[in-house]
């Protein structure tokens, strides 16, 4: 799947939902099942720091393929950055630096993004990109 | 709908008819604020005062000798006087325009701290201050080889006396400690601190941005030699606030910023200063939000500061009550003198999480370490969730509060 159509098939999860509850409820599950980052992958280097939660990322290659583990100490940043993973992990770099990433509006949660001292997210994205940017220079 | 609360002479519904801000819905509820720690909402009064000064008085102060700038030097220095009053300083010269508390503690360090402390004299701070009254002192220390000391605090979030005694000395030249602590609400004995402090010739810096709109403030009885605050947590404008200090005191630093207003005679040669309060408002100084702040002033003493506290200590016992029965959370911060400020932790929700959640049932509280990382550390935590209550809460609202953390409960335990 394409990263639009991976972002695309979100949206429609989301569609799905009439409320903020059931919204949020959904994210969180998304938090809890994201697979555990290795506890030696949290390290200062990896730390994404925004002002209230803490978010660590961690990319590597397998094949031509970029891709990210991620966690965080705090549950909606944690399903959040599930989602982001989810849309960017397993493309290639060119790919992922190139993404434009729409989901996040469409499914009415931009002001996660947006709130540039809160949480790490609008850091995070851009540290994937600049993944994205890296592995594609090794590349050529 | 509210319910009819006329406690403590408080009349609940006339005063939430003042704040236009509180009739709103958000995300589809209605409005529930709690975050005045951060800062007050504010009322019709001082709107109307803001966009009434634009309206008709809108003038360059002090130089002009037009109309319309008499009128707003009138409205400006009238303010001045208000705030006098408020703080009951013997003097309307002792009351300086500044841009908030931080400015007000930065324009200290930088005038009287770079003149008068040396290498090796001890500034003291305590452990519950907010980063805008460590910083400055620790570019001061910096810059002339001071060395900060830290007054300990105990489990409650009290300053331990016994040790800041400890801690007096006669290399003890200056002590800056906050009034009401912002993270966890502790109203701490200044009167206690500044005696202390002056029976070895300390000079005393109280920052009072929490203090002000809960409790009385007398800096002549209190003696301190500065006192601090901004006027938006006291239901005025942002962008202002007061630096008060004692006219002795004030006459013997060096002015802060260069420029208008600040001189009395100018050539390229030298300068003479001009006299106080001007020799520390050099510029255009923020005139409307300065003119607005009388209203502010005004509403407070309206309602009475008495009257409010007790209102607001109704609303303190009953929030810190209907917190405690909710299984997990635990309140940071429990003195035996506090504002109306709850702090609190739930075990196993992070404090984001909580943030997130309320603001989704329509409910602002504030959460993270507050600007006082250094505090939190202390407490050994990474942040608190933060409930501040003012005049215009209800218990309703606490209510709304409590039913809302038992849906993040839900949701994410």
Known sequence: MTINEIQDDLIEDFSLFDDWESKYEYIIDLGKQLSPLDEKYKTEENIIKGCQSRVWLHAFTEGDELRFEADSDAIIVKGLVSMLVKVLSGHKPEEVAHADLYFMNEIGLHQHLAQTRSNGLASMVKQMKAYGLAYQSINQ | MLVEQNIASIDIAKIRNDFPILNQQINGKQLVYLDNAATTQKPRQVIDALSGYYEHTNANIHRGIHHLAEKATSEFEATRRHIQGLLKARLPEEILFTYGTTDSINLVAQTYGRKF???????????????????????????????????????????????????????????????????????????????????????????????????????????????????????????????????????????????????????????????????????????????????????????????????????????????????????VGTANEKVSVISFVMEGIHHQDIGVLLDQQGIAIRTGHHCTQPLMQRLGLAGTSRASFSVYNTIEEIDRLVQGLHKVRKMVG
């Open chain 2, 117 to 331: 402390l040396k290498e090796g004299d001890e500034i003291l701070i305590s452990t519950m201050e907010h980063h805008s009254n460590i910083v400055p002192w620790q570019m001061l220390c910096e810059e002339k080889g001071c060395v900060l000391r830290v007054i300990p605090i105990n489990e409650r979030g009290e300053i331990v006396m016994e040790e800041f005694e400890k801690m007096l000395s006669e290399r003890t030249k200056f002590v800056s400690v906050v009034h009401v602590s912002n993270a966890l609400g502790t109203i701490n004995p200044v009167a206690e601190i500044i005696k202390k402090s002056h029976a070895v010739g300390a000079k005393v810096l109280i920052d009072g941005a929490q203090a002000t709109s809960h409790l009385h403030l007398d800096v002549q009885a209190l003696d301190c030699d500065f006192y601090a605050f901004s006027l938006h947590k006291l239901f005025g404008p942002t962008g202002m606030g007061i630096l008060y200090g004692k006219e002795n005191i004030l006459n013997a630093m060096p002015p802060y910023r260069g420029g208008g207003e600040m001189i009395k005679e100018g050539t390229f040669e030298k300068t003479t200063y001009n006299e106080l309060p001007y020799k520390f408002e050099a510029g255009t100084p923020n005139i409307a939000d300065v003119v607005a702040a009388k209203s502010a002033v005004d509403y407070v003493e309206s309602l009475g500061i008495d009257a409010i506290a007790d209102y607001e200590k109704q609303l303190l016992d009953y929030a810190t009550e209907a917190l405690q029965s909710l299984d997990g959370l635990r309140i």
